[in-house]
DNA sequence: AGGTTTCGTTAGTTGACCTAACAAAACTTG
DNA sequence: CAAGTTTTGTTAGGTCAACTAACGAAACCT
C-alpha cells in the first residue's frame, strides 16, 4: 500500500547543538545559534531582530543572517512593523510560522485505543484520529499505527516536521521499543519503520517520558519535576537537571512493581507481593471502588494508594530533590484528597529543605499529555526548540 | 597573613565546552576541540598527534595546532618517537604533561578531622596534610581550611590549577555553603573566600557528591550511579547520564533522614521515627556493636542495615534504573554480608530490567574518595576533562 | 635503489562571527 | 520646521577556526 507523503518543499537543516565528547565545527555553531534564534523567537512575543540580538548577544549582523535562513525555510515570517510610538527607525516584527510545518503524535498508552492528532508548531491540535484496536498486537498493531499516522497526513495542510509516537515499554534512545507487553513488540524498531514509511523523522518513546516532556515543555513544570501516570499500570516520566532521564536500560520510571512497606499487600501479577501498582491503578482502584458500598469506603481506598504513592516516592524526592510531583490520570482515581494525601506522606517521610514541602498537582494538560510530549520532542529533534 | 601562591607563568585557557541556551562563538569550539584533544590525551596512552586526529575525526592540520597550544600551556608534552616496526614516519609520541600543574583537594566530611592533599594532574597523590579541628566551626573552621590549603599549596613543586573542596551540607553550584550544621556555615561562600586568597579557581561540593564524581573518574563506575557514603551520617551522590544530580535546592542525595518501611522503628535526632541514619551510620552501627554480645547479635545488626538501606534505595533504583550502587564507608560497618543483604533486598523489591539484578559493591577507592573527586571537579571546570 | 606508507607541516579556502559604518525612518527640539 | 537624536536593519571588511591539498621527512617493502 502506498502512502501519501506530503510534499516537502526544503530539507530543514537540523537545529540541535553539540554532543559533548565529539568534534565541534564551525557549522555546528552555526546550528547552535540558528536554534537559539528559533527558541528566543518561540517563547518571545512581537519580537524584533534587534530584540532577538539583545536577546541573545549575537550582534544584529549575525540574528539578520540567520532570520534570513529561516526565512527562506519558511520557519519564521514578518508580522510587520511594530506600531509604537519611539524614536528611531521601526522594528519589523518577526513570528515563529506555526503553519510552515505539521507534527503527527500518536499516543498509544491507552488499552483498547490508539489516539494520533496533527499539531502544528506551537503544539496547538489541528485534528484528532484515532484508532479502537481491542486486539492490535504485534505486527497487527504497527500496521494500525500506520495506517492512523496515514490518515492524519493524508489531511495535514503543510509538510510534516516529524511523527512521535508514545508507547508503553521500554523504548531505547533510537526509537526501538525493546518490550512492550500489552502491544506484542519485542525489539520492534518503530521509529525505523514509521521513518521510512514517512519519509520524516520519527521519535517513539515511553508515554510517561512523553507526559514528562510536555509537562516542561507546555505546562509550568520547573527543571527537576516527577511525573507519574496512573493508567491501566503505573509509570513515571523523570526530569532532572531539565533533561529527562532515561535510565541504564531505559528503564526509568518504571515503579509500577516496586514493593512499597514493609506490611504485606496484594498479590501482583508479576509475582511479588505490595506492589505500587496492586494499591494504584486505574483497574485496582475502579475494582475496589465498585466493590465499595459507602462513600467512606471509597475514599479509604483512595486516600490508602495516596499514602503507598507517597511512601515510594519520598526516598526518591530525597535522593533527586525535586520542586514537585505532577500526577496524570482519571480524576475519579487521582481526587484532590488523594493528592493532599500523598503531598502528606512525602512530607512526612522526608526532611523538609528550606522548610518547604514539595507539591503534588494534577497535570493541567489533561488526555493530550503524550500527544504534545511527543511532538515537543519532535520540535526538540528538528529545530532545537525545548 | 600572607599567603604564598606558587607563580603561574601563564593563564590557562578554559576548556569546557558550550553551555546550552546560550550564544556560541568560533572560540568556543576552540575552546571545545581543544578540551576533546586534552580528553582524549588524558583517556588514551601513547599517543601520537595522527592517532588523536582519527580517534577525534579533527584533522591532523587541526589536531596539531591544538596540541601546539597545548605544549606552549605546558600540559602536554612529548615523549618521543614511538619505536615500532612500521612503514611510513616514526610517531612522536604525546603524553598529559601530569607534573605540569598541582591541585589541591580538601575533605571535611570528617568528624574532627580535615584532610587535604596536593595532586597531580592524573589525580596521583603528591602529598597529604591533615588539621585535627575538634571543635572548629564557622569563622574557625574557614581559618583551619585556608591555612590547611595554605600549607600544602607552600610545597607545591608546581603552579595550581585549583582548589576542591568537599564538605558535608548543602552547597550551591557557585560553592556557597548554604547550610552545614556540623562545621556552623550558614551562606558561607567558601568558594570565593578560597579563591580570592589564593588566586587560582576554587571548587566546593558535597562530599557524597564529589565521592560519586571520583568513582565515574577513577573508579569504573557507569553513567548512572548511586554513590552512598556512610559516616556520622548519610549521605548520597547521584549520577545520571554521566552526570551530577544537584536537586532542585541543591539538595540531592541528602537520604539520612527519609523514613524506611512502615513499622517504626527508633526517634531519630530529627524529630521523626525510622529514619535511615537511625539504621545506618556510623555512630548508630557501632554503638548497637558494642552492646552486642554474640556474633549472631552484632551479624544482625548489619544485615538490619542492609536490608533498610535496600528498602530505601529500591524505589530510586526503579525510578532511574541505574546500573549499580557504590556504598563508602568504614569496613567494620560494611561488611561483605551487609551488601549482599542490600543487594537482595533491592533485588526482591524491584522489577529486574533484562533479568539483571543491580549490583551493590564496595568503592575501590578507599579513604581518598572525597578527595580524588574534588580534584576531578576541578579538572572538569579548568581543562574541560572529565 | 625506487616505491609505499605514515607523520607532521605549510599554504590557501570556506564558513561564521565580529566591528565599523551607513541609509532609512521614526521621534525630539530649538 | 529643519536639524539633531535614536533605533533598525544592511553592507563592507576583518578575524578566527575549521577545512582541503600538497609536500618533505623518515621509516619499511620489494
Known amino acids: 500500500m502506498d502512502s501519501p507523503v506530503p510534499p516537502r518543499s526544503r ?18 555553531t552555526r546550528r547552535h545559534n540558528r536554534a537559539l534564534v528559533l527558541q528566543t523567537l518561540y517563547r518571545g512575543a512581537q519580537l524584533s531582530r534587534a530584540d532577538i540580538a539583545r536577546a541573545t548577544g549575537l550582534t544584529r549582523v549575525t540574528v539578520s543572517d540567520l532570520i534570513g535562513e529561516l526565512i527562506d525555510d519558511t520557519l519564521v515570517r514578518e508580522l510587520g512593523r511594530r506600531e509604537d510610538a519611539r524614536p528611531g527607525k521601526p522594528a519589523t516584527v518577526l513570528d515563529i510560522n506555526a503553519a510552515a510545518f505539521t507534527i503527527i503524535g500518536i499516543d ?52 510534516l516536521l516529524g511523527i512521535g509516537i508514545g508507547s508503553p515499554g521500554i523504548i531505547n534512545e533510537r526509537g526501538v521499543v525493546l518490550q512492550a507487553t500489552n502491544l506484542g513488540w519485542t525489539n520492534e524498531d518503530l521509529a525505523d519503520t514509521v521513518s521510512r514509511r514517512f519519509g520524516v523523522v520519527a521519535v517513539v518513546m515511553n508515554d510517561a517520558d512523553a507526559a514528562a516532556i510536555a509537562e516542561r515543555a507546555w505546562g509550568d513544570a520547573a527543571a527537576d519535576v516527577i511525573v507519574v501516570r496512573v493508567g491501566r499500570g503505573l509509570g513515571a516520566g523523570v526530569i532532572v537537571n531539565g533533561q529527562l532521564v532515561r535510565g541504564s536500560r531505559f528503564a526509568a520510571g518504571e515503579i509500577g512493581h516496586v514493593v512499597v512497606g514493609t506490611d504485606g499487600g496484594a498479590l501482583c501479577t508479576c509475582g511479588k507481593t505490595g506492589c505500587l501498582e496492586t494499591w494504584l491503578s486505574v483497574p485496582a482502584i475502579r475494582g475496589q471502588l465498585n466493590r465499595a458500598g459507602s462513600d467512606e469506603v471509597t475514599n479509604a481506598v483512595r486516600e490508602a494508594a495516596g499514602v503507598r504513592l507517597g511512601i515510594a516516592l519520598a526516598p526518591v524526592v530525597g535522593m533527586l530533590n525535586v520542586s514537585e510531583i505532577v500526577l496524570s490520570g482519571p480524576p475519579d482515581v487521582l481526587t484532590d484528597r488523594m493528592l493532599t494525601v500523598t503531598e502528606q506522606t512525602i512530607a512526612a517521610r522526608t526532611m523538609a529543605v528550606d522548610g518547604a514541602q514539595v507539591p503534588v498537582r494534577l497535570s493541567d494538560l489533561g488526555d493530550d499529555g503524550v500527544l504534545r510530549g511527543v511532538a515537543a520532542q519532535v520540535l526538540t529533534s528538528q529545530l532545537g526548540i525545548s
Chains 1, 2 share one sequence.
Open 108 to 159: 498509544l498508552s491507552q488499552p483498547a485505543l490508539f489516539r494520533g492528532a496533527l499539531l502544528d508548531l506551537n503544539g496547538e491540535i489541528l485534528r484528532r484520529a484515532e484508532t479502537r484496536s481491542p486486539d492490535a498486537r504485534g505486527v497487527v498493531a504497527v500496521d494500525a499505527v500506520l495506517d492512523l499516522i496515514a490518515e492524519l497526513a493524508e489531511r495535514s495542510p503543510s509538510p
Open 11 to 28: 530539507p530543514v537543516t537540523p537545529l540541535m547543538g553539540p554532543v559533548a565528547g565529539k568534534k565541534f565545527l564551525p557549522e555546528h
